[in-house]
């Protein structure tokens, strides 16, 4: 069983920058592809950007592509998110998952992230 913990949420001012980790439990961590989601009520779940598992390809969501990037260190068993140049439609809970079996099989329980205008 993989377990994920997010960290780096909080409080930002719009025009600035956060930097979200995923810390991942297990010895695996290096085979399988993460990802990073953002959820807000009343929204569907919104894909933010992947990764693969050695880190060779990334893809983003089109509200995101340009202003953050994803990127992984597996020595730490960490994936981590920089979000530059936020805006308050930002604002959302965000999630890291875990791909396995041809799904996102593993999630975390989400940090939130509001950037205020």
């Known amino acids: 069983q993989v377990q994920l913990v997010e960290t780096g949420g909080g409080l930002v001012q719009a025009g600035g920058s956060l930097r979200l980790a995923c810390a991942a439990s297990?010895?695996?961590?290096?085979?399988?592809?993460m990802g990073w989601f953002r959820q807000t009520p009343g929204k569907e779940r919104e894909f933010v950007a992947g990764?693969?598992?050695?880190?060779?390809?990334?893809w983003y969501g089109d509200s995101v592509k340009g202003r953050f990037t994803v990127s992984r260190d597996n020595a730490k068993n960490t994936v981590y998110l920089q979000m530059n140049s936020l805006k308050p439609e930002d604002t959302a809970v965000y999630l890291c998952a875990g791909r396995a079996r041809n799904e996102w099989a593993y999630w975390g329980q989400g940090t939130q992230v509001t950037v205020s205008s």
């Open positions: 990764i693969s598992p050695s880190g060779a390809s990334t």
């Open positions: 297990g010895r695996t961590f290096s085979t399988y592809a």
